[in-house]
């Protein structure tokens, strides 16, 4: 069996994988959806931790009903939310990763400025995800992973339907916005 197959795994080939390739399989899994949860990123080593502690707790009750991707995904789905809810109580604030100083003197210096740059789209991402409720942020994402509408409603254990509006109503709040931070810059040009 080989781990560039997990979709077509069964409930009995996973819990014959030994831990370490679920692990290796999933981990960059993991801890982009919990970024993408709106984790801060200094969490996110202990959350991904934790994460993989239920997965190896609850393994032997994987039924295969859902593919792996899927119910790891509900795992981190729950722990972010539980954590979220937990910093609101601790009224605890995420600060953003500082941006390191560039030196353009630097012989890499292109290099670090295309880093940066895709470091603040993320982080644009990221605010749009954030700015979204918990159901329209996690359709957002399990979308973003290519997950089927049909494999997203299964996750969210919604109907189909519910799934797709949820999904509309995602989109258009995004896009809306993505416009109001926009038009300022626009309205400085005129």
């Known amino acids: 069996m080989s781990a560039s197959q ?13 831990f370490r390739t679920i692990f290796d399989t999933y981990g960059a899994f993991v801890v982009r959806t919990l970024r993408k949860l709106g984790v801060p990123s200094a969490d996110v080593p202990d959350l991904c931790q934790e994460i993989f502690v239920v997965v190896h707790r609850r393994l032997q009750d994987y039924d295969g009903r859902a593919s792996l991707r899927t119910w790891i995904y509900a795992i981190c789905l729950r722990t972010a939310s539980s ?47 954030a ?10 994402i399990l979308e973003i992973e290519n997950l089927s509408i049909s494999q997203i409603a299964n996750t969210l254990g919604c109907p189909l339907q519910t799934a797709y509006s949820r999904l509309h109503a995602a989109r258009k709040a995004m896009r809306a916005s993505l416009q109001r931070r926009q038009a300022p810059s626009l309205i400085g040009r005129a």
């Open 6 to 18: 997990p979709s077509a795994w069964g409930a009995e080939a996973v819990r014959m994988l030994d």
């Open 83 to 129: 954590h979220r809810r937990s910093m609101r109580a601790r009224r605890e604030d995420a600060v953003a990763d500082p941006e390191p100083r560039l030196n353009g003197a630097t012989p890499d210096a292109a290099r670090q400025d295309n880093d940066l740059d895709a470091r603040r789209t993320m982080a644009e991402v990221e605010s749009l995800l």
């Open 131 to 140: 700015a979204l409720d918990d159901e329209k942020r996690a359709i957002v």
